[in-house]
Structure formats: structure tokens, C-alpha cells
């Protein structure tokens, strides 16, 4: 009776979650539709690939989308640790969203193009609009995050650091600007992630994998 009420409960989980994908996508969908009836472009361009629409090399922006997939990895990680290790979740939903600022910032342009152009906000303060969320949420859990064991967290920072100094020098002066530029951040992002991965795969191993919307998940019943 226990057993067919839990497997009742875990199939509305499962059609929860599908329905709020659904509707999610709905959303998104319906918000691009407006707006191409207010503007004057093609709808396909909200949803073609841009090297197909604009005729560009397939290839090119390579190591920015590695790094937009690098950041989802970390967000991904951290909404399922919410979920799956109850201990740190607060910490892991915390940095995991941050993940996905920063992935969709790069996706979107954000702070080079979008706020600068559309919002009136200079990229600077935007670079430090994050410095001051990061730094706050290291404060936030200070005493999860000090250690030898975090060093990989620190060197991200560092490499990120790095990469918005040469952002701002002149390019004329230093010429391979973008190649550091880009090698740092992307650098960054790949060991941020790493942390992340690695930190959360300690959580799960300490414990058997529980989550408040479906319970204890088994070999069996595991997603």
C-alpha cells in the first residue's frame, strides 16, 4: 500500500515538473512573439541558430559558448544539489543561480551590449554589481568556503579577476588583449565549475540521496 502511494507520489512529482517546464516554454515562446509584433523582425531570428541566420562561420565564438556551458553546468549542479543534499543547499542554490547570471550574461551580452544600450548602465558597474553578489554570498557562507580544500574556488576568482584587468586595457598597446582576455575567463569558468561539481559529489556520497519533492531516491527509482 506504502509502496504503490510512494510510486503515486513520485509520478506527480515527475508530471509537476514536466508541467512547469511546459509552461516555462510557453512563456518564453508567447514573450518573443510579442515581441516581433511590436518590432520589425522575422520571428525565425528569435529561433535559429546565428551562424545560419547572419552566414557566419559555425565555429566562431567557440570559446565562449564552452564557457556558457561550463557556467550551466555549475547552475545545473547547484539547483539539483537544492534538492538532493539538504546540508548545503542553501550555499549550493546560492552560487548556482549566480552561475546562471553570469551564463546568461555571457549568452546575451549583457554587460557589453544590452545594459550599456538599452538600460543606460556602464559596464563597469555592472562587473561590479557582481563582484558585490559574489562577495556577499562568500560572506554569506564564510564558514563553508574557508580552507585548503577551497583553493580551486580561489584560483577561479583570481583567473576571473584577470580577465575583467585586461578587459580594460587598450588594445592597442596589447595587442593578444582578447587572447588572455578570453583565456582567463574561460579558465575561470572551468574551475569554478569543477568546484562546484567536485563539492556537490561530496555532499552526495556523504549521504543517501533524499530530495523534499520526491523523497529517498533509490538504484530503482532515480531519475
Given at each position: 500500500?506504502?509502496?504503490?502511494?510512494?510510486?503515486?507520489?513520485?509520478?506527480?512529482?515527475?508530471?509537476?515538473?514536466?508541467?512547469?517546464?511546459?509552461?516555462?516554454?510557453?512563456?518564453?515562446?508567447?514573450?518573443?512573439?510579442?515581441?516581433?509584433?511590436?518590432?520589425?523582425?522575422?520571428?525565425?531570428?528569435?529561433?535559429?541558430?546565428?551562424?545560419?541566420?547572419?552566414?557566419?562561420?559555425?565555429?566562431?565564438?567557440?570559446?565562449?559558448?564552452?564557457?556558457?556551458?561550463?557556467?550551466?553546468?555549475?547552475?545545473?549542479?547547484?539547483?539539483?544539489?537544492?534538492?538532493?543534499?539538504?546540508?548545503?543547499?542553501?550555499?549550493?542554490l546560492?552560487?548556482?543561480?549566480?552561475?546562471?547570471?553570469?551564463?546568461?550574461?555571457?549568452l546575451?551580452?549583457?554587460?557589453?551590449?544590452?545594459?550599456?544600450?538599452?538600460?543606460?548602465?556602464?559596464?563597469t558597474?555592472?562587473?561590479?554589481?557582481?563582484?558585490?553578489?559574489?562577495?556577499?554570498?562568500?560572506?554569506?557562507?564564510?564558514?563553508?568556503?574557508?580552507?585548503?580544500?577551497?583553493?580551486?574556488?580561489?584560483?577561479?576568482?583570481?583567473?576571473?579577476?584577470?580577465?575583467?584587468?585586461?578587459?580594460?586595457?587598450?588594445?592597442?598597446?596589447?595587442?593578444?588583449?582578447?587572447?588572455?582576455?578570453?583565456?582567463?575567463?574561460?579558465?575561470?569558468y572551468?574551475?569554478?565549475?569543477?568546484?562546484?561539481?567536485?563539492?556537490?559529489?561530496?555532499?552526495?556520497?556523504?549521504?543517501?540521496?533524499?530530495?523534499?519533492?520526491?523523497?529517498?531516491?533509490d538504484?530503482?527509482?532515480?531519475?
Amino acid at each position: 500500500m506504502d509502496k504503490g502511494r510512494d510510486q503515486g507520489k513520485y509520478i506527480l512529482s515527475l508530471f509537476s515538473i514536466a508541467l512547469i517546464v511546459f509552461m516555462c516554454t510557453m512563456i518564453l515562446i508567447s514573450f518573443v512573439v510579442a515581441v516581433e509584433l511590436r518590432g520589425s523582425n522575422d520571428i525565425a531570428l528569435y529561433f535559429r541558430d546565428p551562424a545560419t541566420t547572419y552566414n557566419y562561420w559555425p565555429t566562431a565564438g567557440l570559446f565562449s559558448y564552452i564557457g556558457i556551458f561550463v557556467l550551466t553546468t555549475a547552475a545545473v549542479i547547484g539547483v539539483f544539489s537544492f534538492f538532493y543534499a539538504p546540508q548545503e543547499n542553501s550555499l549550493h542554490l546560492s552560487f548556482g543561480l549566480f552561475s546562471l547570471i553570469l551564463a546568461l550574461d555571457d549568452l546575451f551580452l549583457f554587460h557589453e551590449a544590452l545594459a550599456p544600450r538599452w538600460l543606460g548602465v556602464l559596464e563597469t558597474n555592472i562587473f561590479l554589481t557582481y563582484a558585490i553578489i559574489a562577495l556577499a554570498l562568500i560572506v554569506r557562507h564564510l564558514s563553508s568556503l574557508v580552507g585548503k580544500a577551497h583553493f580551486g574556488l580561489y584560483l577561479s576568482i583570481v583567473f576571473l579577476a584577470a580577465s575583467i584587468f585586461v578587459d580594460k586595457l587598450d588594445p592597442e598597446i596589447f595587442s593578444y588583449r582578447i587572447v588572455f582576455e578570453d583565456g582567463f575567463k574561460l579558465t575561470g569558468y572551468v574551475l569554478w565549475s569543477s568546484y562546484w561539481v567536485r563539492r556537490a559529489g561530496r555532499a552526495f556520497s556523504s549521504r543517501p540521496l533524499t530530495s523534499p519533492v520526491l523523497g529517498r531516491v533509490d538504484g530503482r527509482s532515480a531519475l
